[in-house]
């Protein structure tokens, strides 16, 4: 079944107004019929069922059927993801998306070797935003993560500072056992930031930066690529907060 989102100001009397590229996408690309259902979202965590009543050039109306389910993670994480080189980022976006993750940040870190001047990374965002919605339809999720701006190693860390619990997971922390204790503790309705460090690893002025107020863990006893880590941490989170 496919998924739209829509703007809550578009509900209205037990039925959905879609406008936009989505009334391309469902009369020419999909071609979907008046009778066909697809799945709702508000992007603010009420999902329906619907039915298609009308369709013209300008607009597809839904009828609500019913309310569904929702498909979010229990608690809001944040993806702080060093950048990486080529075109990984997108890669990682689609992967954390689907792995229920809230937002993410990308961050410029000493080691990284991708250097982005405002203008190319704001391009690159917007790019970035496209893929989370396309992946968030994909999976049917409640909402769209959002990607923010591209920020330094430091005006990431004073935004993380803000969370119930931020999280870095460092090749040399203390090992599993102190890493489930932390993820055991994550209580449902936590704010959670993770950082990731880039192909070349966190610094040493980052380490220093951050280990006296965040919970250094460890992922396993591998070296993981900075597109890999992101997403065991996530699936870690998945696997303890998930019933």
Same mark, same amino acid.
């Given at each position: ?20 590229? /989505? ?20 992007? #603010? ?13 300008? #607009? *597809? ?25 080529? /075109? ?12 229920? *993750? ?14 982005? /001047? ?7 965002? *917007? ?36 969370? /119930? @619990?931020?999280?870095?997971? &460092? ?6 056992? &102190? ?37 250094? @863990? ?26």
């Amino acid at each position: 079944m496919f998924q739209f989102f829509v703007e809550p100001e578009q509900i209205l009397n037990e039925e959905v107004q879609i406008m936009g590229s /989505d009334v391309n996408h469902i009369k020419n690309v999909l071609r979907m019929k008046i009778g066909e259902h697809v799945r709702v979202s508000d992007n #603010q965590g009420a999902n329906f069922l619907c039915e298609i009543i009308k369709i013209n050039n300008e #607009q *597809v109306i839904l009828k609500i059927l019913e309310e569904c389910e929702g498909t979010e993670l229990p608690v809001k994480v944040t993806l702080f993801q060093a950048l990486p080189k080529g /075109d990984k980022m997108e890669w990682v976006i689609q992967k954390a998306v689907e792995l229920g *993750v809230y937002e993410i940040i990308p961050v410029v870190m000493k080691n990284c070797v991708v250097k982005l /001047d405002a203008k190319k990374a704001e391009t690159k965002r *917007v790019r970035w935003q496209a893929i989370a919605e396309s992946a968030a339809k994909q999976c049917k999720r409640s909402l769209i993560p959002q990607i923010g701006e591209v920020r330094d190693f430091s005006k990431a860390v004073t935004y993380a500072r803000s969370m /119930d @619990i931020p999280l870095f997971p &460092y090749e040399q922390a203390r090992g599993m056992a &102190y890493t489930r204790e932390v993820l055991h503790g994550i209580k449902k309705g936590a704010s959670i930031g993770i950082f990731i460090g880039p192909e070349g690893g966190f610094s040493s002025e980052e380490i220093e930066m951050v280990q006296d107020d965040m919970a250094l @863990i460890s992922l396993g006893n591998r070296i993981l690529r900075t597109e890999t880590a992101g997403m065991v941490a996530l699936a870690m989170l998945i696997y303890e907060m998930e019933n």
